[in-house]
């Protein structure tokens, strides 16, 4: 009796320990299967997508169509597996001054014999520099205007760091030092369309820059517009704890007579512009023209409103806009690293005007008087797609030469070993997203997607995007140049841009969490490499 | 194991309580910032810093939620498999099921503020199935020696 009561809890406890397994062990393969190796190229990850897709470009909301999955698919991440055992002490000064020849130890890894290193793509080093400046970036407590104390970063002792002023086709050169920042950082120039070795993306462009080390920026400031600088080195946490700065680069002939920045952020939750808690108070005399630009560097998008005057959107992400009308009781909602210049015209009588940022506060624009009486957030919002008038975009998006598909969602799994609920790209959890290969010169349709239940502020890196249609409703206004689109959720924008700056670049949620969480690609100009990898002795983290 | 299943299972019910305070917690907090002149909007949503200091109760309903009550429902399952207690597994299996489904009505609630509603219900239904499976447990020990005893007659 005994005998069979022991075989039978036996038996018992074979069949437990079988469905324990059964639970288990499926979880510990994928947690197993999801952890990245200590050091890996940007290069090997995921798969190349060639973009050579049907002319139906992707079915957004389901399985996306015709990707030409290469031979990397399988092997991702699997080659850069070699892993460094601890790195001794401090980083020395970052080498890789923009115009220092790194070898070509990349190159010929699959395609062209034209293989390029990214950090020989630089602004002509023979041309001499029109404005120059250091941004020193240290690890302190620092004082807002209000007084209160923050515990986080600053670029030459403050933050915001300077706004850096420029004027349409000057060469701007940065040298980037860090004094105190112990995970080292870089600087990325947000919207402008930089030589690919300047666009400061650690472990992609360069390496991150070590505590005693400098890098130095160069690039053309071809475009008039409003546009920011921020590190791209453990960007969600060095962004917010304030490594960021304005750069205006104004047209030749200077239309506007104010002009004026407002930079918002916020500091451990404090919303402030250009660095101050309340109202910024700019002198605009009645009659007068003044433009405000402003900067969101925040994670979310933020309305932006104005009460005293009617208003007009001149430029969106450091483009002007065709032919914009003037709008009253209307929001413009500014997308998460997006830029929206608004202009007024200063009312004859002299009274104030208030350009709302995200709620009673702002801009306070005035001469005699800056009280200026808040108004609540219009109900109506600004649709950019039929805003102004249409005009030449300079290419036949219609005549693409690639077309891709970039479609967020959502699911349950593994991120390097982290449960939670991660996004996907085209239905892949990172390090498994798609690699967007172009060839220098092509027309490129991209159709992003949002079925992952959150709005994501899309970033592309190097390059500006126009605008075609949302959700199926073609455009009809000015043309709309992106560098930063607010993808909502259940929404799909059709974007084209001509490949015209060689590189490897950053495709990203600017939700810059998100982008921590793996809502990341690339684009890939073929026969392009990158020396740099994501950790490493560097430790380089670019999100 | 028996101990643990039943630990276990009055862990998931004593989180749930946790999710249900610290929303109200966060929820109450956040009226009261508006009340004193605080701005929400996506970009104060997105920031990692804290608004107002009761912002940390959507954290914890957010990590709480997302993985440590799905992990003690995961390991409430496998430890159930090796009690002895009738109908453990089913029990375990009811609080996994509804936990699931939980995470998944607190995520499309983002979406459908319908489904957020159900949410709610639906705390109190994983509530009592996990108050349920702990009480297996007790049942499983009165009459366990029951039977015992049962069975040592007709032996005797």
């Known amino acids: 009796m005994d005998a069979t009561r022991r075989r039978g809890a036996r038996a018992r406890l074979v069949v437990a320990g079988a469905a324990a397994l059964a639970v288990l062990g499926p979880l510990t393969w994928l947690w197993q299967d999801s952890l990245l190796p200590d050091t890996y190229s940007v290069m090997d990850m995921g798969y190349a997508d060639h973009g050579r897709g049907s002319r139906e470009a992707g079915q957004v909301g389901g399985a996306p169509v015709d990707r030409a999955h290469g031979s990397g698919h399988e092997a991702h991440l699997g080659a850069a597996a070699a892993g460094y055992g601890g790195n001794a002490g401090h980083d020395v000064a970052a080498t890789g001054h923009a115009g220092t020849a790194h070898g070509l130890a990349a190159a010929g890894r699959d395609d062209t014999a034209a293989g390029r290193d990214v950090t020989s793509l630089i602004a002509d080093p023979r041309r001499p520099a029109d404005v120059e400046l250091t941004l020193t970036a240290r690890r302190q407590r620092f004082r807002l205007a209000t007084g209160r104390h923050i515990d986080g970063y600053t670029l030459n002792g403050a933050s915001p760091g300077p706004v850096i002023h420029a004027t349409e086709g000057q060469l701007v050169e940065v040298r980037l030092v860090n004094e105190s920042v112990p995970d080292g950082i870089t600087l990325h120039w947000h919207g402008v369309d930089v030589p690919n070795a300047a666009d400061g993306v650690a472990g992609v462009t360069q390496d991150a820059v070590g505590v005693g080390g400098s890098f130095t920026y160069r690039f053309v400031a071809d475009r008039a517009g409003t546009f920011w600088y921020h590190s791209h080195q453990m960007s969600h946490e060095q962004v917010r704890r304030g490594l960021l700065g304005a750069l205006v680069v104004a047209p030749a002939a200077r239309p506007s007579a104010v002009d004026a920045v407002a930079l918002l952020h916020l500091y451990d939750g404090v919303r402030t512009v250009n660095g101050r808690e309340g109202d910024v108070r700019v002198e605009a005399r009645p009659g007068e023209r003044a433009r405000v630009r402003v900067i969101n560097t925040e994670n979310g998008q933020t309305p932006v409103w104005v009460a005293g005057a009617p208003y007009r959107l001149v430029a969106v992400d450091g483009t002007d806009l065709h032919e914009p009308g003037p709008v009253r009781d209307t929001a413009v909602m500014v997308t998460a690293g997006g830029r929206a210049d608004v202009e007024v015209t200063m009312p004859a009588d002299g009274s104030p005007v208030r350009v709302h940022i995200g709620g009673p506060s702002g801009v306070v624009l005035g001469s005699r008087t800056y009280d200026a009486a808040a108004v609540p957030r219009p109900a109506t919002t600004l649709d950019l797609l039929s805003y102004g008038t249409p005009a030449p975009i300079g290419f036949d998006p219609d005549a693409a030469d690639r077309r891709f598909v970039y479609d967020i969602g959502r699911r349950p799994g593994f991120l390097d070993g982290r449960p939670g609920l991660w996004w996907t790209v085209n239905g892949h959890m990172f390090p498994d997203v798609p690699m967007f290969v172009v060839a220098s010169g092509d027309v490129v349709r991209m159709r992003i997607g949002n079925h992952s239940g959150e709005t994501h502020p899309m970033h592309l890196h190097g390059h500006h995007a126009v605008v075609l249609s949302r959700s199926g409703v073609r455009a009809t206004g000015s043309p709309w140049w992106v560098d930063s689109l607010e993808v909502g959720n259940g929404e799909w924008y059709d974007i084209a841009f001509v490949a015209d700056n060689p590189g490897i670049w950053m495709d990203h949620c600017h939700n810059l969490p998100h982008a921590s969480e793996g809502l990341v690609a690339h684009l890939m100009y073929e026969g392009v490499t990158t020396p740099f990898t994501i950790g490493g002795q560097k430790r380089n983290e670019p999100e | ?156």
Request: glycine fraction near 10%; hydrophobic fraction near 60%.
């Open chain 2, 1 to 156: 194991m028996k101990v643990l299943y039943k630990v276990l299972a009055y862990l998931v019910a004593a989180e749930v309580a946790v999710q249900a305070m610290a929303v109200v917690f966060a929820d109450a907090g956040m009226g009261k910032w508006v009340e004193q002149g605080g701005v929400l909007d996506k970009a104060v949503m997105e920031s990692d810093a804290s608004p107002f200091p009761e912002a940390i109760g959507l954290m914890i309903h957010g990590m709480n939620g997302i993985m440590v009550i799905p992990v003690v429902a995961l390991l409430l399952l496998v430890s159930s498999f090796f009690t002895k207690i009738p109908g453990a597994v089913k029990a375990a299996g009811l609080v996994l099921l509804l936990v699931v489904l939980q995470v998944s009505l607190g995520i499309l609630g983002h979406d459908i503020p319908g489904l957020g509603a159900l949410h709610g219900l639906n705390a109190l239904l994983l509530f009592s199935s996990a108050v349920y499976a702990a009480f297996r447990g007790r049942a499983a020990a009165v009459t366990a020696p029951a039977r015992h005893d049962a069975r040592v007659r007709s032996v005797g």
